[in-house]
Structure formats: C-alpha cells, structure tokens
C-alpha cells in the first residue's frame, strides 16, 4: 500500500472555553497526566482503521495515563477502552490539549 | 471435522478481547479442533454440537475490528464469509465497550445474514457502572440480543434457544457485492449511526469505575518498580513451572522405561536385535520423547493462561516495548522467550497471542536461542566434569550471555525481513481473575494440539537417528562403522576447526534430536555407563577449548527435533522451518569458530 497520508478533519466542535490559552500539539507530546481532544489524525489508511475502530478519531477526547521509559510508549484511554500506543503513532495524532 | 455432517453451521465474530473464544468453547464444551480452513492462511477452531433437532458445525473466526480492514485477519474473515454459507452468525460483544463496538454491528448487519448479538462480560460492564438496555438494542436494530457472561456461564441457555431455531434457517450466503460495500463504505456515517444507537440503549458511567485496574496498575506498571517486579513474577513462574514439571517429566520417564524394560523387551526379545533395536529404541523412544513433553506443556499454557487472561501480558508488553522496539519485537516476544529458558516447544506454541505474522515468525526464530532445561543438563555435566570450580561458573555464565546475544542478534539481522505490519497500538484489558475451570481447558487443548500435529514428525526423527547409529546390521552402536560414525569422520574438513572431532559430531547428531539424550549418547559413545568415567574419558581426549566450542554448538545450533517441528506447523511453512535451522547452524559455526580459533591464537587450547 502507498503511504500516502490522509488527513481526517475534526467533525465535532471543541469547547471554545477549554481550548482557551492552548494550542493545537502532537499527542506525543502530552505529559502525562493530561487530557486532550482529538483533532484530526494523519496515517496511512490501514492505521486509520485501526485508530477510528479502537475510538481514536477526531472530536473524541483523549487521555494519557502514563509514559513508559526511554521511547515514551503512552498509556491512554479512550472512551471505556485502555490502550498502549507506540510514541512514532502518538506523533501522527493533533490534539487540543483541555485546561486541567 | 468434516462439514458434510453437520445439518447446520454457524461462526462466531467479533472483536480482540471480547471474550469470544471463551464463549465458543464454554458452549461447545471445549472439544473443538484447530482445523484449516480451505484457502484460509490461519487456523480456524472448529467444534460440532448437537441440539435438539440436529448437529451444529461451529467456527470461531479471527477477532476483527473492522470488517473493511485491512489486517491479515480482517482478509481472512471477509474470505471466510464469501465462501462458506451460514445459518447464523454470533455476534461477541464487550458489554462494557459498546461505545466502539457498535459500529462493527452496523457494519455485519449489511451482510443480509441472520446474526444473534452477544453482549458478553455483562458482569464486569455492571462493576464499571456500564448500563445496557438489551431491549432497545433489539428494538432499533431488529435484531435478538441477549447479556451473557460466558466466563461465569450466565444466559448461556438463552443463546442456545437461538442457535437451535437456527437449525430450522436455510443456509444463506453472502453476495460479494455487500462485502465490497462494506469495504468502501464511510467510517464517519458508521460512527454516527452507532453514536445514535449507543444514546438510546447505553448509560456509560462519569467516571471509569475500576478502582482495582487503577491501584493494581499504579504499582505493576510504576516507573521505577514496574520492572523488577514483573522479573519477579516471571522468575517465580519460572521457577513453579520447573519445580513441578521436571518431576513429573521424571516420573512419566520412569513409567516409560519401565514399559519400555518390562513389558516390550520381553515381548520383543523373539525378534532379530536389529528389529526389536529399531521398534524398542527407535520407534517406542520416539513416542516416549513426544510424551516427554506433555506435561511441561500443560503446565506451562496454565501459567501462560494466568498471565494472559488476567490481563499481565499487555501489562509486560508495556514494560518491555523501549527495549523490544528497537529489535522489531514487542513485550510479548520477550515474555515469550524468557519461557524459552525453561523449555522452547510451548514458547513457540505461545507466539499464538501475536496476530502480526511478521512479529511472530520473528518471534519464533529468536526463541530456540534461549537457554533450555535439556541444554543446561549437558552444561552443568560438562562443567563440572571437564572445568575447574573457579572456571566452571564463569563458564555457565558466559553461555547465558551468548544466548542473549544470539537471540538480540538474530532480531537485528531479520527484522528487516519480518515486518510488522500491524501498529503498536494494544488494548490493556482490565485486570481480571481467570477462573481454574478456563486455564484447565485451555491448557488441556494445547497438549492435544501439540501431540496431534508433531508426533508423526519427531517420531520419524528418532527412528531415523536411530537408523543412522545402527546401520548398516551388524555395527556397534553409534561406532565409526555406523553411518552416523562415518558421517562423523566425513564432516571433519567442516568440524575440525571448531575443535569438534567425530566422537563430538556423532553426539550432535543425537542432540538434533533431544538435548536430553546427548549425554546417554556420550556414553554410548565413548562405551563408559558411569558419569565421572565418561567425564574422564572426554577429559583425556578433548582440550578445554574443544569442550567450549562443543557447549556453544550445543547451545547455538536447532535445539531439539520437536523444536523444528513446533516451528514447521505453527508458521505453516516447511521453508520457514528450513531457515531456522539453517541459520542456527551457520550461527553456531561462526560462535564456535571464532571462540576456539580465538582460544588456540591466545594460546588456552
């Protein structure tokens, strides 16, 4: 497969009030601890999947529980689910983080 | 297993971890076979049951995420569909996660088959504070739902009353053109429309109401602790696995040779020597060697049970993914391989939880390396018989290394070659208590799987060492007129420079089959029965740096044949196999080489 990048636009509106003072990062970037909502994700179409069927889409809210060591794999939970996400994938997500 | 015979088939789908499998064999009472499927590339479990009214074929499919998906699995079950015609299709649920489940519903909904909807787990979606409303699903999707616990075998009469009106259903196909749909259809109407269904039948709680998963993950997946404490747990594993295994592998040995002493040596005794030889020492030490590992095997896929279905290995997976990432591996392969050091065969049988083909051939291609039980015996006799105390430790601790480097090695030469294709991107399942009755017959089908797929194969393989020990007629066992002998001496120009003369080799030929029989085959060779005589009799005929080079043959090189065959029926693939061992003897080679060369320039020889 072609790993062109498709880029999903955010479907849901965020809370103009939460996003107040922040700017949009990658969801490797957030520190543990944190919560943020999904903007939009850029991957090759089989990660896409993957992501949108495990509730990783955009207006979805996310939230990092824990960093692993060295590489950083995340922690994160989503909706009623709990995954762990290498950082190179954590990367490819835009997220608005949410004033704690 | 033969479709024909059942009246009615259905298949059981849905997501990883829905708990689907328990469901399939809590209902067909744990007597399915892991069968191929015609043009399917993975394996399939496929159980008869009988009903009031007829017989059932059921097959659990590969868990999906998405019927349009791109993995392997995916593929598998859009071909499974086209080709195979149902009655009913069971649809497994997590109760507790309908939030991202629903879609897959929708999506099997479009196939025009019957389906029956399973919300499994529905007693862990009331501990987290989950509410379903089973009735306003049916309602908006026009279809039987039913709550059930297949672990704790709640509302299992009630699915059973579904699959028996199935009985009464024509087998109806799937057209092709509701499989190409689904493949370009939308992902965000599909979110909409399961957003919809999710408000009118799902309470989904505040706040995530599992306050054991959090406090049990605080400490097992703390920064600093999270390691030690999973070592810990995996040493003591260890440690419960060998403590009780190597026993038992003792007593059924015993019983074995009794058998084999008291009941067929006499009965065979009428016969030539070469015949009773070949049926007493090949073909009855042939099952004899099958059987050895049964119990390992079934204590070892009850320790796995525990790990895996209380939720542990993701948990590992985490831990471990810094370092595994780098070598093209995940946390799984490294629990994995840790197993291997007490014995090979049921680590490789357990690369199973790993749906990304690439990652699991890279798996068991790393795994041989680790250190055994069967090799540490020859070790530990080797050691102690040819190296002073002080050097002995020393030694045994330079073999552990070498096999981690061997196996680090090898995951860096060949990640390029496999792949993984599938994203890092795990579910961590809630912790949750495996129940005994579950682990029991989990551990009970993977001794049946493993004696039914491999016992012709390491059969045949110790018949045919034997063969070569003892032809042509008339020859001393394992003596340089036999042709394991010549080949021993033929093989020199090949051996000689690591140091391993033709004594040496033709116990290699008995180590291909089990490392378990090396030393009984040292001392058919070297004619000495007793274990420091035989340790007398290598000292006097081989240097230190001969018996190094021959350890780390040993240590390097195919561990066992039931090893190779594990390997051959779990990747499918006889290439695969071939590859394996192939490159564990050039690997071996080079290791030897270079140490005994080295050794000789400085001098040690």
Redesign the interface.
């Known amino acids: ?1 072609s790993p062109a990048a498709s880029v999903v636009p955010a ?1 849901a509106g965020v809370d103009a009030d939460e996003a107040r003072d922040t700017a949009p990062l990658s969801l490797g970037q957030l520190a543990a601890g944190s919560r943020a909502t999904i903007l939009s994700l850029a991957a090759d ?3 896409l ?7 990783l ?1 955009p207006g979805q809210q996310v939230e990092v ?2 960093r ?4 950083g ?1 995340l ?1 994160l ?10 950082r190179t ?1 954590a990367l490819a997500i835009l997220v608005l983080p949410l004033a704690r | 297993m033969n479709a024909a015979q059942a009246s009615a088939r259905i298949a059981f789908l849905g ?1 990883p971890n829905t708990g689907k499998s328990t469901l399939f064999n809590a209902l067909t009472g744990g007597h399915a076979q892991i069968g191929n499927w015609p043009g399917l590339t993975v394996d399939l479990m496929i159980a008869g049951l009988e009903l009031e009214g007829g017989s059932l074929q059921c097959v659990d499919l590969p868990g999906i ?2 019927l ?4 392997e699995d995916e593929a598998v079950v859009r071909r499974f569909l086209a080709d195979t015609p149902l009655q009913l299709l069971v649809v497994v649920l997590n109760a ?5 489940q629903l ?2 519903v929708l999506q099997l909904r479009a196939l025009g088959l019957p389906l029956v909807l399973a919300l499994n787990m529905i007693d862990e979606a009331r501990r ?1 504070g ?1 509410t379903v409303d089973p009735q306003a699903l049916e309602t908006a999707l026009e279809l039987p739902v039913l709550a059930i616990s297949a672990k704790y075998r709640q509302g299992l009469g009630a699915l059973q009353q579904q699959l028996e009106r199935a009985l009464q259903l024509p087998a109806c196909p799937v057209r092709p053109s509701a499989l190409e749909a689904i493949r370009r259809g939308s ?2 109407e599909l ?1 909409q429309q399961a957003a919809a269904l999710l408000q009118a039948a799902v309470l ?1 709680p505040q706040q ?1 109401g599992d306050r054991l998963t959090r406090r049990l ?1 605080h400490w097992l ?1 703390h ?1 600093l602790l999270g390691l030690p404490i999973f070592l810990a747990v995996m040493a003591l594993m260890f440690q419960g696995i060998y403590a009780l295994g190597v026993p038992l592998q003792g007593w059924l040995g015993d019983l074995l040779g009794l058998v084999g002493d008291q009941l067929l040596k006499p009965l065979l005794a009428p016969l030539p020597p070469f015949w009773s030889g070949l049926l007493l020492n090949g073909l009855f030490d042939g099952i004899s060697t099958v059987m050895a590992f049964l119990p390992v095997i079934f204590l070892f896929f009850l320790a796995m049970g525990i790990v895996e279905d209380s939720g542990y290995l ?1 948990r590992a ?3 471990m ?3 595994m ?1 780098k070598l093209g591996l995940d946390g799984r392969s490294f629990v994995l391989s840790l197993m291997g050091f007490g014995c090979n065969v049921p680590a490789i049988l357990g690369t199973r939880v790993m749906r990304s083909r690439g990652l699991r051939m890279l798996s068991m291609l790393i795994i041989p390396f680790s250190l055994c039980s069967a090799r540490l015996n020859v070790f530990l006799f080797m050691t102690t018989h040819l190296f002073a105390p002080s050097q002995a430790a020393l030694v045994m601790f330079s073999l552990y290394l070498i096999s981690f480097l061997a196996a680090i090695t090898t995951a860096m030469l060949f990640k390029g070659s496999f792949p993984s ?10 912790y949750r208590f495996p129940t005994l009755r579950q682990m029991l017959k989990r551990a009970w089908a993977e001794v049946r799987h493993f004696w039914f797929w491999t016992r012709r194969f390491i059969i045949f393989g110790v018949v045919a060492v034997w063969l070569m020990n003892n032809l042509p007629i008339g020859v001393a066992p394992a003596s340089p007129d036999s042709l394991s002998g010549w080949l021993g001496s033929t093989l020199q120009p090949l051996l000689a420079p690591i140091g391993i003369n033709a004594h040496l080799t033709v116990a290699l030929v008995f180590g291909f089959v089990a490392k378990e029989i090396v030393l009984g085959g040292l001392a058919v060779i070297y004619a000495q029965a007793d274990a420091t005589a035989l340790g007398h009799a290598l000292r006097q005929e081989i240097t230190n740096a001969q018996a190094y080079s021959f350890m780390l043959f040993t240590l390097l090189y195919t561990p066992c044949l039931s090893t190779v065959a594990v390997i051959r029926s779990e990747s499918r693939s006889r290439r695969f196999a071939a590859l394996s061992v192939i490159w564990s003897l050039l690997l071996a080679w080079i290791v030897s080489f270079v140490c005994y060369q080295g050794a000789r320039f400085f001098g040690w020889a």
Do not use: C, K
């Open positions: 497969m479907t179409r089989r990660l999947q993957r992501f949108d069927a495990l509730g889409r529980l824990r692993g060591w060295l590489s794999i922690h939970r989503v909706g009623m689910t709990e995954l762990m996400l290498r994938g | 997501m995420y998405d349009g998906g791109l993995s507790s996660q309908l939030d991202r879609r897959l987290f989950v992902g965000s979110n989904l995530w993950d997946l920064p993701s997976a985490f831990l993914d810094a370092l990432e294709r599938e994203p890092l991107l795990l579910e961590l399942p809630p």
